[in-house]
């Protein structure tokens, strides 16, 4: 079983930034993706960035379109933890975010790829 607990949520104005953090304990190993994923009200919940195991070599990581230029994640294989800095927030990223797990190697863009998911925190953008 794996556990994830996100960190870093709050309010901030339009143009500001956050950083968040999940943290990943339990039966993880490097090979699994790590990534974000939002719910705002009366919305699906979306994918917002992951970090993945490309199978070779390296990790990759995506991006939904709305936060490419903005946003940015990273991960630390040793303390098993991923971090989104967020920048140029805008009031419809405003959303709980999710921290979410998945065991199989490929991208995780989906919900449905996710196997275990944080209990998410919230970030509220003003305007």
């Known amino acids: 079983q794996v556990q994830l607990v996100e960190s870093g949520g709050g309010l901030v104005q339009a143009g500001g930034s956050l950083r968040l953090s999940c943290a990943a304990s339990?039966?993880?190993?490097?090979?699994?993706?790590l990534g974000w994923f939002r719910q705002a009200p009366g919305k699906e919940r979306e994918f917002v960035a992951a970090?993945?195991?490309?199978?070779?070599?390296?990790?990759?990581?995506d991006y939904t379109d709305s936060v490419k230029g903005r946003f940015a994640i990273s991960r630390n294989v040793a303390w098993n933890m991923v971090f989104l800095q967020m920048n140029s927030l805008k009031p419809e990223d405003t959303a709980v975010y999710y921290c979410?797990?998945?065991?199989?190697?490929?991208?995780?863009?989906?919900?449905?790829?996710?196997?275990?998911w944080g209990q998410g925190t919230q970030v509220t953008v003003s305007s």
């Open positions: 339990g039966r993880t190993f490097s090979w699994y993706s």
């Open positions: 979410a797990a998945d065991r199989d190697i490929g991208p995780m863009t989906t919900p449905q790829r996710v196997d275990y």
């Open positions: 970090i993945t195991w490309d199978g070779a070599v390296t990790y990759r990581a």
